[in-house]
């Protein structure tokens, strides 16, 4: 815990020893907040959180979920029963939630937050709105209230408004589940990573050389044998459908959509590896374990090869809510340049026939993109300007700047160094509207940070290369760009927070922990 959260607490304890008059003229430290609200009026005096604190929402029971969701967050630590009660009126003493359709101006997922000595009033457009919020009011509250039965009484927010609206609706980040291989809880627990920081979207890469990892009913070889493996000769793993669609929904729940990648026509050996029949000469490879990048390719001439596409985008689109299907499209470098052209465009075509847009790595920007596509950035500044020039929208994962795998500096004994190192502060420090010539805010949809697993192998691991990047991109991504200095200012109450959460993160030498 910080010290100034702890004297506070102390002089809060010591006032209710000897019955202070009025507990909610005291002052809290205030929190440090990732990412940067819009707008912050801070006041004095305090918020006191009581047994008995009830959570009204207004009638919509949208917002009863996020309702849920805080009463779960705040009764652990607290030992209180926030009873979630729906409510027509505005309660003092308690948390109110409230949708206003008066509030377009929020958008889908901004927020007011009006904290006083009486009440907390959390008002939105849309749920989403109301649940960004209440990772606010998380972030407002002491560490310790991400553990159980710390602080049973005397909890305080400080008073404050707050109005909050994110710039880029697309605030990502990747996980590669093929090269080795991340359970269902692994898996929620990232999205809680996510969700901390108000970051929606979570791309999944589920097949790779190394590893098919999603069940599809009609090729169930891909995840028997394709799946039964991984980089280093492990035993692998993959999701049922089942469990593909309890990772969907947790992530859901939290208003984060999930983006599923199949990678085509290279990075495909899994594949390969399960169907001989999906080689051009018919003959199987043997699984792969290694590292190595862009020696395989689907067959592009066989027409078997789109049967087995649209069958696997067909069972993915089914498992999956959200508007896109990833077809990763790097480094096809085993397919000939025009039969990868005529590859992506009927594949952007099946996407399209099963009611998804087509989202590709910055090479599938050569193909005849639909202006619904969506290309990601990572490393061919050229083909991001020929995606703008279809009208494609970007997603900016420039490898040098969002790359979580890449060593922090020379002592990083986990990650690659082929874009360089990735210290906090060089992640943090770019604005992805500047980013290029000839690309701005219009023509991006937002920024993902993207976690490949050659050389991370477990959720420690996983940690130390996300903590403490990850929360920079998430600030990018909601305030488009951020002063290093106070931002650093700012990481180390969560680092506070990491340690009592048991997150195992970097203590850069950047940043006064
Ligand atoms: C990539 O890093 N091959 C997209």
Redesign the pocket.
């Known amino acids: 815990m910080n010290t100034s959260i702890k004297s506070a607490l102390c002089v809060l304890a010591i006032c209710l020893l000897f019955s202070c008059t009025d507990e909610s003229k005291k002052n809290v430290a205030l929190q440090p907040l990732i990412p940067q609200p819009d707008n912050v009026t801070l006041d004095s005096g305090s918020f006191i959180l009581k047994s008995g604190s009830k959570i009204y929402f207004d009638g919509n029971q949208e917002i009863k979920g996020s309702a849920d969701y805080l009463s779960n967050l705040l009764n652990p630590a607290t030992d209180f029963d926030f009873e979630v009660i729906q409510s027509g009126s505005i309660k003092n003493k308690h948390f109110n939630l409230r949708l206003s359709p008066d509030k377009s101006d929020l958008g889908d997922e901004g927020y007011e937050l009006e904290i006083t000595r009486k009440r907390v009033v959390l008002t939105a457009y849309r749920s989403a709105g109301i649940f960004r919020g209440i990772q606010t009011i998380r972030q407002l509250l002491p560490p310790s209230i991400e553990q159980q039965g710390q602080y049973n009484e005397g909890l305080a927010l400080p008073v404050i408004a707050i109005q909050d609206t994110p710039k880029y609706s697309y605030r990502g980040a990747m996980l590669d589940v093929s090269r080795h291989f991340f359970d269902v809880d692994e898996v929620k627990r990232y999205i809680d990573f996510l969700t901390l920081y108000k970051m929606n979207r979570l791309h999944l890469h589920l097949a790779d050389d190394q590893g098919w990892r999603i069940e599809i009913k009609s090729w169930p070889n891909l995840t028997a044998h394709g799946g039964s493996t991984e980089v280093g000769g492990g035993t692998g793993g993959f999701y049922t459908q089942e469990q593909y669609k309890e990772i969907v929904q947790y992530a859901s729940d939290r208003y984060i959509t999930i983006i599923p990648e199949i990678d085509m026509p290279g990075h495909t050996n899994a594949a390969l590896a399960s169907y001989p029949e999906l080689n051009c000469d018919g003959k199987a490879p043997e699984l792969y374990t290694g590292t190595r990048?862009g020696f395989s390719s689907l067959c592009v001439d066989k027409e078997l090869t789109y049967e087995f596409i649209d069958d696997v985008i067909r069972e993915v689109a089914a498992l999956t809510p959200g508007p896109y299907i990833h077809i990763g499209g790097?480094?096809s470098h085993a397919t000939e340049k025009a039969d990868y052209l005529k590859f992506v465009n009927r594949v952007q075509g099946i996407v399209r026939s099963h009611g998804k847009e087509m989202i590709g790595?910055d090479e599938t920007a050569q193909a005849n993109l639909t202006s619904t596509s969506v290309t990601q950035l990572?490393?061919n500044k050229e083909f991001a300007l020929q995606a703008i020039s279809k009208g494609a929208k970007l997603i900016m994962s420039p490898?040098s700047r969002t790359y979580m795998d890449l060593k922090y500096d020379s002592t990083t004994v986990l990650g690659l160094t082929w874009a360089g190192y990735i210290e906090v502060d060089h992640g943090y420090s770019w604005d992805p509207a500047q980013y290029m010539e000839g690309v701005n805010e219009d023509n991006i949809l937002g920024i993902e940070a993207?976690l490949?697993s050659e050389t991370v192998t477990n959720m420690d691991e996983i940690e130390y290369m996300v903590f403490p990047r990850m929360p920079g991109y998430a600030e990018l991504g909601w305030s488009g760009s951020g002063e290093w200095e106070a931002y650093r200012k700012r990481l180390p109450g969560h680092g506070v927070r990491w340690e009592v959460m048991d997150i195992d993160f970097y203590r850069s030498p950047k940043v006064d922990w």
């Open positions: 990048v790097d480094e790595w990572w490393a490898a993207p490949w």
